[in-house]
């Protein structure tokens, strides 16, 4: 009798260990990293626990590698090109408002009194993280005549 199976990540045909009756990936290094993978994924899909848990030692990690992307970049251009190209594919397809980062907002008329974060919109459209805290006060209201210029002013 045949027992052979078909790896649902590479398609080859193997023979599962007995102790591992349900077996479905073969074990090609390849295919165990593809297991992984998937069970990672799935996990991180249905267990907040978990989720949470990588989520609080992926930051842990980046405190302790702060400069790492920058490096990588530094290091790999033909990565940070592609990076690149590839982002500003996705800012086409979007619609012509700008991108932003973190906490920019659509404006709003009128403009109240308050404090407000500015931010820079580099030439992709992109509001970056670097901001100014500054505050504005409204002077007139915007509903009112338009304030004309001295020069009209009779």
Same mark, same amino acid.
């Given at each position: 009798?045949n027992t052979n199976?078909? #790896?649902?990540? #590479?398609? =080859?045909?193997? *023979?599962?260990?007995? +102790?591992?009756?349900? *077996?479905?990936?073969?074990?090609?290094?390849?295919?165990?990293?593809?297991?992984?993978? $998937?069970? +990672?994924? *799935?996990? /991180?899909?249905?267990?907040?626990?978990? %989720?949470?848990?990588?989520? %609080?030692? +992926?930051?842990?990690?980046?405190?302790?590698?702060?400069?790492?992307?920058?490096?990588?970049?530094?290091?790999?251009?033909?990565?940070?090109?592609?990076?690149?190209?590839? +982002? %500003?594919?996705?800012?086409? %397809? $979007?619609?012509?408002?700008?991108?932003?980062?973190?906490?920019?907002?659509?404006?709003?008329r009128p403009l109240?009194?308050?404090?407000?974060? /500015?931010?820079?919109?580099?030439?992709?459209?992109?509001?970056?993280?670097?901001? =100014?805290?500054?505050?504005i006060a409204v /002077?007139?209201?915007?509903?009112?005549?338009?304030?004309?210029? =001295?020069?009209?002013?009779?």
């Amino acid at each position: 009798m045949n027992t052979n199976r078909r #790896c649902i990540a #590479c398609g =080859c045909a193997f *023979q599962p260990y007995p +102790q591992v009756p349900a *077996q479905r990936f073969c074990s090609a290094p390849a295919c165990q990293r593809e297991r992984r993978r $998937r069970w +990672q994924r *799935q996990r /991180l899909r249905t267990d907040a626990d978990y %989720r949470d848990n990588q989520a %609080r030692a +992926q930051a842990k990690w980046r405190t302790r590698h702060p400069d790492y992307w920058r490096e990588y970049r530094a290091m790999h251009p033909t990565y940070r090109e592609r990076n690149c190209a590839m +982002q %500003r594919k996705r800012n086409a %397809r $979007r619609s012509s408002t700008p991108v932003a980062n973190m906490d920019a907002s659509p404006s709003y008329r009128p403009l109240a009194s308050g404090f407000y974060i /500015l931010r820079r919109v580099v030439e992709t459209g992109i509001a970056k993280t670097n901001a =100014c805290t500054v505050h504005i006060a409204v /002077l007139s209201a915007t509903n009112g005549p338009p304030i004309r210029d =001295c020069k009209e002013m009779t």
